[in-house]
């Protein structure tokens, strides 16, 4: 069975900051076949990594297409119909928990503390990224 996960937005940007570092390679585990990870997105979810890349960053369109296209072939695109307020503080955070909710999904990974704070939702976990390797007992590195 594989472990139905969403990423929170800042691991994509972490992926994209850091190409070859941990986040980034996570993604890439993603896209194995052999890998027991099966990862979800949502439109919305993307439009924010876009949007962080671009604004915060200065990403070009083209480099922030490159890497949308990227989540796209290591993830499952789901279009969440409920909308949620569980995270007051940071009510962005909430379309990563409707993506979970839509996708079924076991496990949140996010470095976000807002997120982090909520620990569990509707038997969905929130975990922060560096638990991945002990969930999958990987032998590489954290580099970042």
């Known amino acids: 069975m594989k ?3 969403v990423f929170d937005s800042n691991i994509y940007v972490a992926a994209a900051l850091r190409p070859g570092q941990y986040a980034d390679r996570w993604l890439d585990i993603a896209t194995l076949p052999s890998s027991g990870l099966k990862l979800y997105v949502s439109a919305e979810i993307l439009a924010e990594v876009q949007h ?4 915060r960053f200065g990403f070009t369109e083209p480099e922030v297409k ?3 296209s990227r989540i796209k072939m290591a993830a499952n ?5 409920v909308k949620l ?3 007051p503080d940071d009510p962005d955070d909430n379309a990563i928990v409707e993506c979970a909710l839509e996708a079924n999904a ?12 909520l620990g569990n939702y509707k038997g969905m976990g929130v975990t922060h990224p560096r638990e991945l390797k002990r969930i999958f007992a990987t032998d590489f590195t954290e580099t970042d």
């Open 3 to 5: 472990l139905r996960t």
């Open 52 to 55: 962080k890349l671009i604004d």
């Open 66 to 68: 490159r890497l949308t």
């Open 77 to 81: 695109l789901v279009s969440p119909k």
């Open 85 to 87: 307020t569980v995270i």
């Open 106 to 117: 076991h496990l949140i990974v996010s470095a976000d503390k807002h997120l982090l704070k």
